[in-house]
């Protein structure tokens, strides 16, 4: 991938604050840390299907245009205010080997699944500022009142057996209001 063009993912953090950077750059489980900074904490699935991905995904899967993966994208919620965007992405033949469970998950938080496995292995993270026009901004400002004019993202693969997903999280303006 080519880490000078403007729309790609980077493997450092620039102009962002302290507080986004701590969250941003945390690579323990997201549920987790959530979990423990709030008292009523929630997964909404908002879309699960098979379909085709997108040009930037393809790339970092390793997978052909023709190829169908599972999209998988939910809220994590504190309390009733949505903080988080993930959106997840297996290919289809995977489910049938190392993630074969995953398609089940609904309410359930991904992080669960990933975090508890010794044998699941992560990428370093990205991370990538969206805006409006750019599928992840759209997608995650779906579910808030307003939108603001950028989200932080961040993403990573998970591997277990040489079969990956892609999770992307977009980090939404609530974040910043649970402690550090």
């Known amino acids: ?50 379909s085709r991905i997108y ?4 790339e970092v899967m390793g997978l ?11 809220y994590l919620y504190c309390g009733n205010t949505p903080v988080v965007f993930a959106h997840s992405v297996v290919a289809h033949k995977n489910l049938r080997g190392a993630w074969r469970g995953l398609s089940g998950l609904g309410n359930k938080s991904l992080g669960t699944v990933l975090f508890t496995n010794p044998r699941i292995k992560r ?21 808030l009142s307003s939108r603001p004019a950028n989200l932080w993202a961040r ?17 939404l303006p609530a974040i910043l209001d649970l402690p550090l």
């Open 55 to 58: 040009g930037d995904e393809l």
């Open 155 to 171: 993403r990573s693969l998970f591997t277990l057996h040489g079969q990956s997903i892609l999770v992307t999280e977009v980090f």
């Open 1 to 50: 991938m080519n880490k000078a063009h403007p729309l790609a993912w980077h493997s450092a953090l620039t102009s962002v604050s302290y507080h986004q950077r701590n969250w941003l750059q945390d690579r323990g489980s997201l549920t987790r840390r959530i979990q423990d900074r709030c008292g009523q904490f929630r997964v909404k699935r908002v879309f699960q299907s098979f």
């Open 123 to 143: 990428t370093p993270l990205e991370f990538k500022k969206v805006s409006c026009g750019h599928f992840l901004y759209d997608r995650a400002c779906a579910g």
């Open 64 to 74: 052909r245009a023709s190829e169908l993966a599972m999209v998988r994208e939910v």
